[in-house]
């Protein structure tokens, strides 16, 4: 069995060689007949693989189509071949013309040298392909290709110099210019080229799958060798070599094939990467070489004609046409799409615009809806979009479905205005919003209600009380001041569409007409708004935090209401811009927060008749501009800030009421401007600063009753001499009445009673109280006061006189 073997493998080689050149009809046939089939539908099943993974989509379809046609090819490239290949290498001769124009006379000479030792092996090839037949070309290449793969890819210069070295040879160029899709055209020159014969020029096209001329062969294979080598930019001329071969004539095959086989390996062998040039070989010029590669990357490629019959042109009319429908189909989606939107979302989502040239809209009898259209309403009423689209910020939409709502009888309102087509869009939303204000106060029933609604007039003429105008100098309507005109309901939220215009609203209730409910949060839109006074109303609830927002806002008066909770410090820093805080005589409690303090406009702070708690803060103390400040009738406690002592503007300053404690601190003497200085009920000790003398712009009242006060009146009170009422009751103050208090020549009241004083009133003060009339009040039974008009024991006064106006007096 080992002899055997040995002598298999030793004879094997000898074997296929003396087979293949005897030529042998008798063997040729029974290996075509027995294993054509198999191996050929094993070798296109092992090729497909490898070359479906690199070949693109393209090539695959021609390789189909070119494989149905290539009998009917092979034999009309018999007769024809010398012409294509002539027609081919003129084709490529004048496409290599328009790229290397400057190595045209070097390429036609290396062609030339190709074609000479080609020439003798297609002679032998012609005599084979003659002799044989289609299957016998096809079993051939199969069989040089299953060497090939066991040989490697430099089989092509085997020794034997077989059609087998050859065929695989061919393979090799094959598979080598199938890696990049179009390379198949490459391996089906090199084939040629080997095997010198028309026959494997068809084979290899064949396998290629190009059903085309010779020209687009040679077009086909620029193209693979660009790709299968990237740091070459020159062609291989296929066509030269086809067509010198074809001229060559018919022959056996001679050593020269064995010379020719080495040769074309070595062209690629002794070619560097930079330098390898598959058309030129070895470039003697590197520098000539690299200025021919930039130009030809700069070139492009010449388009390729194709036949309009082409199965390949068919297919790209197909897809053009497809293209081409898709894009209509598109532009007719988008144009259906933009109908379908504006009929569906055209009323809800487009502000609609009344024009000025169209009649006024006879009143509707039902509300708009958002979500649906009512029976009159219809959704293409233009005022009534404009409308329902201007409140969303204010008004539910649940609204415009209730046929007697208040918002849907002033839209009727405003459908009937006579000059209705004359109004700019913001008019309109005005006159409804004044409308809707209107009708939820009861309008009908206000003490003055002068031209209010009328359809024909500008609500610039409707009444608004006090000197400012309904509206501004853009004739926009700015004041909503009523004041005391009986004005009951509620607050609509819709106010807040006014946000643009509106800069005052003055509502002041009176006893049986008064707002009520709550302030609606909406009104924080208003941020043009300088004015809010609601005072004297019963409006409940906290302050809504949007009140923030009123950045213009100046003075803010909500004094007797019934407001609780406490004051949101957001706010106290949003209005920035406030002159005036007026939060009298509701329940609001808690501290009185720091942020006060950065309110540098502030003019007045009056927090009177509510629960506020804690210390009175410093911060305050940089509210130089402040002119009044009544903390009365809370639960303040601790002591004052001396701080408060740099407050230089201020005029009023009123504590009473509360439950602050400590010493009465000296520094109030420098508040020069003091005009009333009110620290009653409190729990304040020590004695009376003599400093109070030096606030000679006294006038109104100084006043520390009822306190823990002790020592006596301090005689500097004499400089006060416009002081109208002076109460030091409820201590502990003893001594005498000072003489210098003769000098209080405005005198009107003058308390001294229920303390622990004695001696006599002073003559002069005592003429005082008796010229003015003024109300004076002591212990008679402790102090002699014939001019007193109240005679107190224990706290409990007595009128002595019979002017009812002064036993009135306290």
Not at 84 to 99: I, L, N, V
Not at 476 to 490: K, P, S, Y
Not at 491 to 514: C, F, H
Not at 645 to 659: G, V
């Amino acid at each position: 069995e080992e002899e055997e073997s040995e002598e298999e493998e030793s004879g094997s080689e000898e074997e296929e060689s003396e087979e293949e050149e005897s030529g042998s009809e008798e063997e040729e046939s029974e290996e075509e007949e027995s294993g054509s089939e198999e191996e050929e539908s094993e070798e296109e099943e092992s090729g497909s693989e490898e070359e479906e993974s690199e070949e693109e989509s393209e090539e695959t379809s021609e390789d189909e189509e070119t494989e149905e046609g290539s009998e009917e090819e092979e034999s009309e490239e018999e007769e024809s071949e010398e012409e294509s290949t002539e027609d081919g290498s003129e084709e490529e001769s004048e496409e290599e013309s328009e790229e290397t124009s400057d190595d045209d006379e070097e390429e036609e000479s290396e062609e030339e040298e190709s074609g000479e030792e080609e020439s003798e092996e297609e002679e032998s090839g012609e005599e084979e392909s003659e002799e044989g037949d289609e299957e016998e070309e096809s079993e051939e290449d199969d069989e040089e290709e299953d060497d090939e793969d066991e040989e490697g890819e430099g089989s092509g210069s085997d020794k034997s110099g077989s059609k087998k070295s050859k065929g695989a040879s061919g393979s090799d160029k094959d598979e080598e210019g199938s890696s990049s899709g179009v390379g198949l055209a490459a391996g089906a020159a090199a084939a040629g080229v080997v095997a010198g014969a028309a026959a494997g020029a068809a084979i290899a096209g064949s396998k290629s799958g190009s059903d085309e001329s010779d020209s687009k062969k040679a077009k086909v294979f620029e193209e693979g060798s660009s790709s299968s080598h990237p740091d070459s930019n020159s062609t291989f001329d296929v066509q030269g070599a086809l067509g010198d071969k074809s001229a060559s004539g018919k022959g056996d095959k001679s050593a020269s094939d064995k010379e020719a086989e080495p040769e074309f390996t070595d062209f690629y062998k002794n070619t560097g990467d930079g330098d390898r040039d598959v058309e030129m070989g070895q470039d003697p010029e590197p520098a000539e070489k690299k200025k021919k590669e930039k130009k030809i990357k700069e070139k492009k490629a010449p388009r390729e004609k194709l036949d309009p019959n082409s199965p390949e042109a068919r297919k790209k009319r197909r897809q053009l046409g497809f293209f081409l429908i898709a894009c209509l189909l598109l532009l007719l989606g988008i144009g259906v799409g933009i109908g379908v939107g504006v009929g569906v979302f055209g009323d809800d989502d487009t502000p609609a615009t009344a024009s000025a040239t169209t009649p006024a809209t006879p009143a509707p009898s039902a509300a708009p809806s958002v979500s649906s259209a009512p029976s009159t309403l219809a959704p293409t009423d233009d005022l009534s979009s404009l409308i329902i689209r201007a409140s969303l910020p204010t008004t539910e939409t649940s609204v415009w479905d209730d046929d007697d709502s208040i918002q849907v009888k002033a839209l009727e309102w405003l459908h009937g205005n006579e000059n209705l087509q004359f109004y700019s869009d913001e008019k309109k939303i005005i006159r409804w919003v004044l409308a809707v204000f209107y009708y939820s106060t009861n309008g009908d029933n206000w003490t003055t209600n002068t031209n209010w609604l009328s359809q024909d007039l500008d609500e610039c003429t409707w009444f608004t009380a006090g000197n400012s105008p309904a509206c501004n100098r853009d004739k926009e309507f700015a004041n909503l001041e009523l004041r005391a005109n009986a004005v009951t309901g509620e607050l609509p939220p819709e106010l807040g569409l006014l946000s643009n215009v509106l800069e005052a609203i003055n509502i002041r209730g009176v006893t049986g007409a008064q707002l009520e409910d709550s302030i609606p949060t909406e009104l924080g839109l208003l941020t043009t708004l300088t004015d809010l006074t609601l005072e004297g109303n019963a409006l409940t609830g906290s302050l809504p935090s949007t009140l923030a927002n009123m950045k213009a806002l100046q003075t803010l008066n909500l004094a007797d209401n019934n407001f609780e909770g406490s004051v949101s410090r957001s706010i106290v820093r949003g209005l920035s811009d406030l002159r005036s805080i007026n939060l009298s005589n509701n329940g609001f409690s808690g501290g009185f927060a720091t942020d006060y303090g950065r309110l540098t406009n502030l003019l007045d702070i009056v927090l009177e008749g509510n629960s506020f708690t804690g210390a009175v803060p410093a911060q305050l103390s940089s509210l130089t501009s402040l002119e009044t400040l009544n903390l009365a009738s809370n639960s303040f406690d601790e002591q004052l800030p001396r701080q408060l002592s740099s407050l230089t503007n201020l005029k009023e300053f009123t504590i009473r009421d509360n439950s602050i404690s400590g010493t009465i601190h000296t520094e109030l003497g420098l508040l020069a401007s003091l005009e009333k200085l009110d620290m009653a009920n409190n729990k304040f000790s020590f004695a009376i600063p003599t400093q109070f003398g030096l606030l000679t712009n006294l006038r109104v009242e100084l006043d520390v009753s009822n306190n823990n006060l002790i020592g006596g009146i301090p005689s500097e009170l004499g400089n006060l001499t416009n002081l109208r009422r002076l109460r030091v009751n409820g201590n502990n103050i003893a001594g005498t009445v000072p003489s210098e208090l003769s000098n209080l020549d405005a005198i009107r009241v003058f308390r001294i009673d229920d303390n622990d004083m004695n001696g006599a009133m002073p003559n002069g003060l005592c003429s005082r109280v008796s010229v003015l009339g003024s109300a004076a009040f002591a212990d008679c039974a402790e102090v002699s006061c014939p001019c007193c008009t109240h005679c107190c024991t224990g706290g409990q006064c007595t009128c002595q006189s019979s002017n009812a106006v002064v036993c009135a007096a306290s």
